[in-house]
């Protein structure tokens, strides 16, 4: 053995030597960042338990706060929520959510491409322009909004919170599709330019799939705020088109408030969106961190 490789050798001990001393201690960390996180987890999660445990007992021990643990649990809740034939607002909350976010996607994608790809003039300016429609609270817009409804015959109409939903989302999907199309190199876009690809083999063939996890996303995102929309659904609609949060709210009246039956409607009205986002959350979890460089 030569002198070159004893020397080596002799001085890669200690450096084991340091490594394992350090081990324990980054065990230690790491046993400690994994209970933290499951303690923050938990206390997201504790309110939807709470809300599952309510929703399994009796009214009258639902009454009590916080609720008792050792009650006997019961279906009474379920039972009396599917009695009340919460159907018509399933599907119109349904319906609503699900063709506002198809519209929203018709229109941002493209429109992301012409302030991304192909970015118009002064394309800074109507991003701002996007963005300040949300500057405004949405109660500012309920009277507009309502009369634009009645003097079009659209009051207590599905296709009115399709239209006001889309509006909506349109300009946050706007500005999440354009983070995606940024990432994006444009010499893809220029090479099927070169091949003789026109704008809809581009948008359809090229960007389409490779913006996919993204799509995912803004649809998911569209679909849960469209979901959960309770403001314009309550002013706009009266008993034909009234979707499922406005049905929640029918369960706090003047004879009080029936907590276990409203706790069950909760838990069935939000699988929807709880199925959703655990059937795309591969997708949604690459889709959200796709944009994430540019913006």
């Known amino acids: ?46 309110p939807i338990i709470w809300m599952v445990l309510t929703s399994l007992h009796s009214e009258s ?21 599917f009695d009340s034939d919460p159907w018509p607002y399933l599907v119109n909350s349904l319906s609503a959510a699900v ?5 929203v996607l018709l229109l ?8 991304t790809i192909k970015p118009v003039k002064k394309w800074r300016d109507v991003m701002f322009f996007f963005l300040s429609t949300k500057f405004l609270p949405q109660v500012a817009a309920v ?20 239209i ?3 509006a909506m989302n349109l300009p946050v999907a706007i500005w999440m599709m354009r983070s995606f199309l940024a990432e994006i190199p444009r010499e893809v876009v220029e090479a099927a330019e070169l091949d003789g690809a026109g704008l809809r ?21 569209c679909f849960i705020f469209s979901w959960n929309e309770l403001l314009f659904a309550r002013v706009i609609t009266a008993t034909v088109a009234e979707t499922a949060p406005v049905f929640l709210t ?9 907590l276990s039956k409203l706790c069950a409607a909760a838990v069935i009205i939000s699988l929807p969106v709880l199925i959703a986002g655990f059937a795309a959350q591969d997708k949604l979890v690459q889709g959200l961190s796709f944009g994430a460089v540019k913006g």
């Open 108 to 115: 941002a994608f493209p429109a992301a491409y012409a302030l």
């Open 99 to 103: 063709f506002s976010t198809l519209i």
């Open 1 to 46: 053995m030569s002198a070159s490789a004893s020397a080596r050798t002799v001085t890669s001990r200690p450096r084991s030597r340091r490594r394992g001393t350090r081990s324990p201690t980054r065990h230690r960390y790491a046993w400690a960042g994994g209970l933290a996180a499951w303690a923050i987890a938990l206390l997201f999660v504790a």
């Open 143 to 162: 009277l507009p909004i309502f009369l634009i409804a009645r003097d079009l015959g659209l009051l207590d109409h599905v296709l009115a919170l399709i």
């Open 201 to 221: 083999t581009i948008l359809l063939k090229i960007l389409l799939p490779l913006t996919a996890p993204g799509l995912a996303a803004v649809s998911l995102i």
């Open 250 to 258: 029918g369960f706090i009246t003047s004879e009080g408030l029936f």
């Open 164 to 166: 006001v939903y889309a």
């Open 61 to 81: 021990n639902a009454a009590t706060n916080p609720p008792s643990i050792g009650a006997g649990l019961t279906l009474s809740g379920y039972k009396n929520f």
